[in-house]
């Protein structure tokens, strides 16, 4: 797994035979030259599409590196893993225009560890009507749901997104808006720092209530679900509009940490009631301040990391990937549509095999 904070590359091992079992994990980070490359194609530009292509051979040469050195450091050999579930660099998050765009090259992949590849998870559902995303909830659904709680799962990643697991009745899951991605633009932009270690920052700052209530005006907060977001729409182009500039660098920082507590407890509110416990998985679960924030907001509901759950918070993602890859390669369905909005559930991804 690869996210929207463009930070890295997740991959993990999984034992799908029964319940799911983590057996290890593995984190690279982006060189400085490929996270350039990859913000640069965030916005149309002169030959984009070469550089694109070249990107995703880049990428697919660091998943490949992920994968053997997990391999190597477990000693499991490439021959007794059945398939990559990969997800690719979004770079474009389009599903009204009937796209999402994942960088990446799943051919390279599968060449350069010996292992079948599954990728190109999003298309078939946006292709049956649906938003391509999140896709994680089947995941949480088939690992979390008690028949006993009411949990929500929230994603803290560059976009934070909700899934709600009911006791019983349907599962469902939107993207509730920005989770990292603007406290890691305006820390890139005013502080020179890729994100805000432990909202060190925006502790520092206080919250500006006329900003805050500017941001949460935007018209996304208010639809209702099934819907989904990315770097397309809040990016710091967005964020420029409403004239943080006026403000204090870290008044806005904290404010920008309010927006992702307030439109997540917002979310949950109003699209999960009742719920009981709320479990956080994402890199945005380092972030102090942040969750400190988010209990607020939540107003009491009970809040914890996916850890209590059996999983560490950092690789639940790419966990996902992999029990979608092999829902492909069984030929059962990945996707839920009361969450993506799509006609029905569809068996997710392309196959390329070893």
């Not at 890295?8 to 079992?21: F, I, Q, R, T």
């Not at 006993?148 to 993207?175: E, K, M, Q, Y």
């Not at 270690?197 to 639809?223: N, Q, T």
């Not at 914890?304 to 069984?330: M, N, Y």
């Given at each position: 797994?690869?996210?929207?904070?463009?930070?890295?590359?997740?991959?993990?091992?999984?034992?799908?035979?029964?319940?799911?079992?983590?057996?290890?994990?593995?984190?690279?980070?982006?060189?400085?030259?490929?996270?350039?490359?990859?913000?640069?194609?965030?916005?149309?530009?002169?030959?984009?599409?070469?550089?694109?292509?070249?990107?995703?051979?880049?990428?697919?040469?660091?998943?490949?590196?992920?994968?053997?050195?997990?391999?190597?450091?477990?000693?499991?050999?490439?021959?007794?893993v059945r398939a990559i579930g990969?997800?690719?660099?979004?770079?474009?998050?389009?599903?009204?225009?009937?796209?999402?765009?994942?960088?990446?090259?799943?051919?390279?992949?599968?060449?350069?560890?010996?292992?079948?590849?599954?990728?190109?998870?999003?298309?078939?559902?946006?292709?049956?009507?649906?938003?391509?995303?999140?896709?994680?909830?089947?995941?949480?659904?088939?690992?979390?749901?008690?028949?006993?709680?009411?949990?929500?799962?929230?994603?803290?990643?560059?976009?934070?997104?909700?899934?709600?697991?009911?006791?019983?009745?349907?599962?469902?899951?939107?993207?509730?808006?920005?989770?990292?991605?603007?406290?890691?633009?305006?820390?890139?932009?005013?502080?020179?720092?890729?994100?805000?270690?432990?909202?060190?920052?925006?502790?520092?700052?206080k919250s500006i209530a006329s900003?805050?209530?500017?941001?949460?005006?935007?018209?996304?907060?208010?639809?209702?679900?099934?819907?989904?977001?990315?770097?397309?729409r809040f990016n710091l182009r967005?964020?420029?509009?409403?004239?943080?500039?006026?403000?204090?660098?870290?008044?806005?920082?904290?404010?920008?940490?309010?927006?992702?507590?307030?439109?997540?407890?917002?979310?949950?509110?109003?699209?999960?009631?009742?719920?009981?416990?709320?479990?956080?998985?994402?890199?945005?679960?380092?972030?102090?301040?942040?969750?400190?924030?988010?209990?607020?907001?939540?107003?009491?509901?009970?809040?914890?990391?996916?850890?209590?759950?059996?999983?560490?918070?950092?690789?639940?993602?790419?966990?996902?990937?992999?029990?979608?890859?092999?829902?492909?390669?069984?030929?059962?369905?990945?996707?839920?549509?009361?969450?993506?909005?799509?006609?029905?559930?569809?068996?997710?991804?392309?196959?390329?095999?070893?």
């Amino acid at each position: 797994m690869s996210g929207t904070s463009l930070d890295g590359v997740d991959a993990a091992l999984l034992e799908l035979s029964g319940p799911p079992s983590l057996l290890g994990a593995q984190f690279l980070s982006y060189p400085k030259s490929l996270k350039t490359a990859l913000f640069a194609l965030h916005e149309p530009s002169r030959g984009e599409l070469d550089r694109a292509a070249l990107v995703g051979i880049e990428l697919s040469r660091l998943y490949a590196r992920a994968v053997n050195r997990l391999l190597k450091r477990l000693g499991i050999s490439a021959r007794s893993v059945r398939a990559i579930g990969c997800h690719g660099q979004t770079v474009r998050h389009l599903p009204d225009s009937g796209y999402s765009l994942q960088l990446g090259s799943p051919a390279w992949l599968a060449e350069r560890t010996g292992i079948t590849v599954v990728a190109d998870f999003r298309s078939r559902d946006i292709a049956a009507g649906g938003q391509g995303a999140p896709l994680v909830p089947a995941f949480h659904a088939a690992c979390f749901r008690d028949v006993h709680r009411h949990r929500v799962i929230a994603n803290l990643g560059g976009i934070a997104n909700l899934t709600n697991l009911p006791r019983a009745g349907s599962v469902t899951g939107f993207d509730t808006g920005p989770g990292n991605i603007l406290l890691d633009a305006w820390a890139r932009a005013r502080f020179g720092r890729d994100f805000d270690r432990g909202g060190r920052l925006a502790a520092r700052g206080k919250s500006i209530a006329s900003l805050l209530k500017a941001l949460l005006a935007d018209p996304y907060f208010r639809r209702p679900p099934p819907k989904s977001t990315g770097r397309d729409r809040f990016n710091l182009r967005w964020l420029r509009r409403f004239g943080p500039g006026r403000h204090d660098p870290e008044d806005v920082q904290a404010t920008l940490a309010e927006l992702t507590a307030c439109s997540i407890g917002n979310a949950v509110a109003r699209f999960c009631p009742g719920a009981e416990e709320v479990y956080l998985c994402g890199g945005g679960v380092r972030n102090v301040d942040l969750v400190n924030r988010l209990a607020r907001a939540l107003g009491g509901i009970a809040i914890c990391s996916t850890d209590q759950l059996g999983i560490h918070p950092d690789w639940v993602e790419a966990a996902a990937f992999a029990w979608l890859a092999q829902r492909a390669l069984k030929g059962e369905t990945g996707s839920i549509a009361e969450v993506t909005g799509a006609d029905a559930a569809r068996v997710l991804g392309a196959i390329y095999p070893a």
